[in-house]
């Protein structure tokens, strides 16, 4: 198994609130003491595609996992999965959506995406909290990555 300590997440989230959480969420299950934080769609893909403000990023630095948010400001997080899975340079980081829609729309355009996972959001602060850990301790601990 792959030490979970020296495993970059890029968590992309907009919602202060979730945002704490998630981070809390994290801290708490003691996975990973790396997340990049991305508060649009935008600002994800110029994170994960070396451009812009992080245009001097190493593309081999890429995360491990991406924590994807799906109603995101400037980019939604739909286009943001389509770019990711569109780029061979990308396109096998796993990638979770996170997000509190249940609309059957949103889960069947982002599998025909090739998200990797889609998880809705459980509400309550206990239930997040284990969903968090559960998703970290699959993505982060079980399942093996491929160097990118």
């Not at 968590?11 to 508060?39: C, G, P, Q, W, Y």
């Not at 979770?96 to 982002?110: A, G, K, P």
Request: charged share 30%.
């Amino acid at each position: 198994m792959s030490d979970a300590k020296s495993m970059e997440v890029l968590l992309v989230e907009d919602s202060e609130e979730d945002l704490e959480l998630t981070l809390r969420a994290f801290k708490r299950a003691s996975f990973t003491n790396v997340i990049h934080v991305a508060r649009d769609g935008e600002q994800a893909l110029d994170f994960l595609f070396c451009r812009g403000s992080y245009a001097t990023r190493d593309f081999k630095d890429a995360p491990r996992l991406v924590l994807l948010d799906l109603k995101l400001p400037k980019v939604d997080g739909l286009e943001v999965l389509k770019q990711i899975k569109s780029d061979p340079r990308t396109k096998s980081i796993p990638v979770v959506m996170l997000t509190s829609s249940r609309e059957q729309s949103d889960l069947i355009e982002s599998q025909r995406l090739g998200v990797n996972s889609y998880i809705v959001k459980p509400v309550g602060f206990d239930a997040f909290n284990e969903a968090i850990r559960q998703l970290g301790f699959y993505w982060l601990l079980l399942n093996e990555h491929p160097q990118i």
